[in-house]
């Protein structure tokens, strides 16, 4: 099955499976990207800052969810359709700690035809959600999709 932007209905809303941040997460990450900051990396420095422990990189939690993202149904079949990722931010609401478990809401929350009537814009917002129930981060995506509209349009153009 394949979504286009015509499928999308404000308000759609998806939630992830879970997944555990572990040790191993944190160390690979910061090895990956290179940040090594002590609250990421220095069990002593961090259990004396206001967090009371090493703190996951935001940015190791944001990669997480768009992992969890790619899992879904709807990443699955919306993705032949997606032609291009046009924002994305990120706001991190929460400290997340190794252990924490989280998972991810997603929300269409705008959505509009681009000038090319083919495309359309879609808006979502993630929110990692922690096993207490707390969002810990939310990003904003903006993806330029495909419309259903467009691929009748490019059969009729191959006939």
Same mark, same amino acid.
């Given at each position: 099955?394949?979504?286009?932007?015509?499928?999308?209905?404000?308000?759609?809303?998806?939630?992830?499976?879970?997944?555990?941040?572990?040790?191993?997460? /944190? /160390?690979?990450?910061?090895?990956?990207?290179?940040?090594?900051?002590?609250?990421?990396?220095?069990?002593?420095?961090?259990?004396?800052?206001?967090?009371?422990?090493?703190?996951?990189?935001?940015?190791?939690?944001?990669?997480?969810?768009?992992?969890?993202?790619?899992?879904?149904?709807?990443?699955?079949?919306?993705?032949? !359709?997606?032609?291009?990722?046009?924002?994305?931010?990120?706001?991190?609401?929460?400290?997340?700690?190794?252990?924490?478990?989280?998972? /991810?809401?997603?929300? /269409?929350?705008?959505?509009?035809?681009?000038?090319?009537? !083919?495309?359309?814009?879609?808006?979502?917002?993630?929110?990692?959600?922690?096993?207490?129930?707390?969002?810990?981060?939310?990003?904003?995506?903006?993806?330029?999709?495909?419309?259903?509209?467009?691929?009748?349009?490019?059969?009729?153009?191959?006939?």
């Amino acid at each position: 099955m394949r979504y286009y932007w015509d499928d999308l209905p404000l308000g759609l809303e998806v939630v992830t499976a879970a997944r555990t941040i572990t040790e191993a997460d /944190v /160390v690979a990450f910061a090895g990956l990207s290179g940040d090594y900051n002590r609250l990421h990396t220095d069990a002593v420095y961090a259990g004396q800052s206001k967090f009371g422990q090493r703190i996951a990189h935001g940015m190791l939690v944001g990669s997480i969810m768009s992992g969890l993202n790619t899992r879904t149904v709807l990443n699955q079949c919306l993705e032949p !359709s997606i032609l291009g990722l046009l924002e994305m931010s990120y706001r991190f609401a929460k400290p997340t700690f190794v252990g924490d478990t989280i998972k /991810v809401r997603i929300l /269409v929350t705008g959505r509009r035809l681009a000038s090319d009537a !083919s495309r359309g814009v879609v808006e979502f917002e993630r929110q990692g959600i922690n096993q207490n129930g707390e969002t810990v981060c939310v990003c904003s995506v903006k993806m330029l999709v495909a419309c259903r509209a467009q691929q009748s349009n490019e059969h009729i153009a191959e006939a």
